[in-house]
């Protein structure tokens, strides 16, 4: 089974903690809008994610199995 990144966007800040961990899965845009450029997580980019979802701040990352 594919796991996935979720953010609950009600919690997310846009503070770019993710974004400076691992910019190849989440982008602010110009007007800090948090978006997901690439959702499946992989054996690549896991221990990344994780470390995403640990640092941040809202615990608005979330891993979906």
Request: with cysteine; net charge negative.
């Amino acid at each position: 089974m594919t796991k996935k990144v979720e953010v609950d966007f009600g919690l997310c800040e846009a503070n770019g903690v993710c974004m400076g961990i691992i910019p190849e899965v989440f982008q602010l845009d110009d007007q800090d809008y948090l978006h997901v450029l690439q959702d499946e997580v992989t054996p690549e980019n896991e221990e990344q994610i994780r470390e995403a979802v640990r640092q941040c701040p809202r615990q608005a990352i979330s891993i979906r199995e």
